[in-house]
Nanobody, 125 residues
Framework: QVKLVESGGGLVQPGGSLTLSCAVS????????IGWFRQAPGKKREGVAC????????YYAGFANARFTLSKDDDKNMVYLQMTNLEPGDTAVYYCAGDVSRASMTGCWSGLSDWGEGTQVTVSS
């Protein structure tokens, strides 16, 4: 059974930083696709960053490039999203998502079957 538990969200001022963590069980990091997604109020859910490809490459949405860093610790079964220079537009519920049924080379941006409950990130002064 797959379980993904996010933590690390909170209230931060514009320009601040946060690191989100995802505790992973039931998935194989480095084999199954996994990543971070977000959904702001009134908006569609969108991808932030994910591990995919045949070698576990990192993929980033355009808004995340140069500000967000995706990482993982295979020994601890943890996935992280370090966010810097946060903007009010980054306010959203952030979800960790993966898919135990397929390999990361099949892609990581869509069709993931396993989701955490999410953690709220609010960027406001």
């Amino acid at each position: 059974q797959v379980k993904l538990v996010e933590s690390g969200g909170g209230l931060v001022q514009p320009g601040g930083s946060l690191t989100l963590s995802c505790a992973v069980s039931g998935l194989t990091l480095g084999w199954n696709p996994i990543g971070w997604f977000r959904q702001a109020p009134g908006k569609k859910r969108e991808g932030v960053a994910c591990f995919g490809g045949s070698n576990g490459e990192q993929y980033y949405a355009g808004f995340a490039n140069a500000r967000f860093t995706l990482s993982k610790d295979d020994d601890k079964n943890m996935v992280y999203l370090q966010m810097t220079n946060l903007e009010p537009g980054d306010t959203a519920v952030y979800y960790c998502a993966g898919d135990v049924s397929r390999a990361s080379m099949t892609g990581c941006w869509s069709g993931l079957s396993d989701w955490g409950e999410g953690t709220q990130v609010t960027v406001s002064s």
